[in-house]
């Protein structure tokens, strides 16, 4: 059974997801702050969350910031706000997509299904890829899907941002185009922005590059995509 954490202090909305997902034998935790999400998620193991942005104290940027400082859960978004600005701000932080209210859940629903789906994919393709992959004295530890800095630190990855650079260490020298990279990481075709790709680009360099404002590892190739320079060794 799927098992759910709502993030959201609207009593009416969680219990109406709470009905509708239960037809479909998925269960429905809920949570009304950050600090009940935190107690949740310490007590028991979820497969996603659906986290609203604007909550009493504590906000779900601020939430979904301190999350992929330790987790890569997959997190849905939901905002009321239509604004661009606000979308972008959640994929940056790591958030794997996002709904505005108002919904239809059965929206809701082929959203969560569609996530739970790529992380799926992802992890079934994976499976029968080398131990770890390295580069730079970097090291991506597949199976765990830990990425560790030279000095050993591990470095928390969001389940896009796992993905991308799965597909950059699995092509490394070759000029991949923002939709090549959307088919390898299984992006979904409701993502929004044509630029989606540039955020998930913009949020591993800030990872992995001594300098983002001038990528080493990740070059841009003007007009035609992204190249990924480093040798690449398998073990």
């Known amino acids: ?127 029968s890829s080398p131990a770890s992959l390295q580069c730079r004295h970097w090291r991506l530890d597949v199976a765990r899907r830990e990425l560790r800095r030279p000095d050993h630190t591990l470095i928390p990855l969001s389940g896009g941002e796992f993905a991308l650079l799965m597909t950059f260490l699995s092509h490394p020298g070759q000029l991949l185009s923002r939709d090549q990279l959307l088919d390898y990481t299984k992006g979904s075709a409701h993502e929004v922005f044509d630029r989606s790709i540039d955020v998930l680009v913009s949020r591993l360099r800030r990872k992995i590059e001594a300098d983002p404002r001038r990528p080493e590892i990740i070059k841009t190739v003007r007009s035609m995509g992204y190249l990924f320079s480093p040798a690449v060794h398998k073990s």
């Not at 009321?80 to 994929?91: D, F, N, Q, Y």
């Open 1 to 127: 059974m799927t098992r759910i954490l709502v993030v959201d202090d609207d009593i009416d909305l969680l219990e109406l997801m709470m009905t509708f997902f239960g037809r479909y034998d998925i269960e429905i935790e809920t949570a009304s702050s950050g600090q009940e999400l935190d107690r949740k998620l310490a007590e028991s193991a979820f497969d996603i969350i659906i986290l609203d942005i604007m909550l009493p104290g504590e906000d779900g940027i601020s939430i979904c910031r301190r999350m992929r400082e330790k987790s890569s859960i997959p997190v849905i978004m939901l905002t009321a706000v239509s604004e661009t600005t606000e979308r972008v701000i959640g994929l940056e932080l790591g958030a794997d997509d996002y709904v505005t209210k108002p919904f239809e859940p059965r929206e809701l629903l082929a959203r969560v299904r569609a996530v739970l789906r790529r992380v799926s994919e992802r992890y079934d393709s994976h499976k």
